[in-house]
């Protein structure tokens, strides 16, 4: 028989042997037989120059293209085995106890989020997502500050590298506030607007025990024909007895923020001492929840809502109060300290 009628008798018997290998080593096995160092094909080709030169060449590149078309279904072969093959080893014991995970939980802050975010839900509002990284444009302009305020210095918000001579919309930054989002949700729509819009904010400055550079707000608008400040109040009370599972009473105080007309200070009772006077509440019984009011004319321009036809309220809720006031902790400071021995307790 000519060395080529041998090289084809090897390439059927190894093919078949190969699709019936049962397991990787018997896998292993074929490999070495056929193409291990001293394997058969490796030996055809060890020994072409033993050939007469006129069959030297043929008999090389068929036994290459042997070599190839083995190397093939080995590694075929040996993909099918180790995808059928268990990963769970003989011998493991299955009915030995396991080792028990740790629970996680969630932060008291983002629990606190999320039930804002059913409050605001069962009241028809959407939860609108606003990019971090904004702009002057959205940030300050839109909102009614002042050319000269100094948040739109460079000690108070982070100004992404490059934007030094820019000015508006390519003048860019890490959001210091929320509020620049609602501008961008209602110039993506036509009133009226019920939405809120949570997020991570930015301030550049020095931590602290009570400053921390990146934390979480929450605010919420609406826009509809008629919004009376009592809607704003009402709306208030409502998502605080949604939150708290009880009736605050919630009291109004005139405040100044460049982006409402007129500002409010909203504040609710303090509920770890019921009114009466404590550390949190600084002995006065309330406690600032969150600034509010109707969106100033000059903001609602700039959303392209004509502030004639349409009103508005805005509240910024801090999230930091409402979680000390569910759970009558007395020190801000904790919900950022990463202690487990603190944050374990809300699992
Ligand atoms: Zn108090």
């Known amino acids: 028989m000519s060395m080529r009628g041998d090289l084809l008798t090897i390439a059927t018997d190894a093919l078949s042997a190969i ?6 080593p018997d896998l292993e096995q074929l490999h070495a037989r056929y193409l291990g160092k001293k394997g058969t094909i490796t030996t055809v080709l060890k ?29 075929l072969r040996r993909e099918q085995l180790s995808d059928s093959e268990s990963p769970i080893p003989a011998d493991f014991d ?16 983002t629990q606190m989020r999320y039930d804002l975010d059913d409050a605001f839900l ?4 959407e939860v609108y997502d606003g990019p971090e990284i904004s702009s002057e444009l959205y940030d300050f302009d839109s909102l009614n500050f002042p050319a000269d305020h100094p948040a739109r210095e460079s000690m108070d918000t982070y100004w992404l590298e490059g934007c030094d001579t820019r000015k508006g919309a390519q003048r860019k930054c890490l959001r210091p506030h929320l509020t620049g989002g609602s501008v961008r949700r209602m110039q993506q729509g036509t009133p009226p607007f019920r939405f809120v819009y949570p997020g991570r904010v930015y301030r550049n400055e020095t931590t602290d025990a ?27 009370n409502t998502i605080l007895s949604a939150v708290f599972g009880r009736d605050v009473p919630v009291r109004m105080r005139a405040g100044f923020f460049p982006f409402v007309e007129p500002g409010f200070e909203i504040d609710m009772q303090c509920l770890v001492c019921e009114g009466k006077g404590c550390s949190v509440c600084k002995r006065v019984g309330w406690l600032e929840v969150m600034p509010g009011g109707p969106p100033h004319p000059e903001v609602m321009r700039a959303a392209g809502v004509d502030s004639r036809e349409w009103e508005g309220f ?25 202690d487990l021995r603190f944050l374990s307790q809300f699992t």
């Open 47 to 75: 020994n072409l120059t033993t050939l007469a030169p006129e069959e030297r060449s043929a008999v090389g590149q068929e036994a290459n293209a042997l070599k190839a078309s083995l190397t093939a279904a080995i590694e």
């Open 122 to 125: 069962s009241l028809g509002f």
């Open 210 to 236: 009570s400053h921390e550079r990146a934390f979480f707000q929450y605010e919420a608008l609406m826009v509809d024909r008629s919004v009376p400040f009592s809607a704003g109040r009402l709306l208030v």
């Open 19 to 24: 699709a019936a290998a049962g397991s990787l």
């Open 314 to 338: 805005y509240i910024n809720i801090g999230l930091d109060r409402l979680v000390m006031m569910r759970y009558g902790v007395n020190d801000v400071r904790l919900f950022h300290s990463g």
């Open 94 to 109: 299955v009915t030995r106890p396991g080792i028990g995970m740790p629970d996680g939980g969630l932060h008291p802050i």
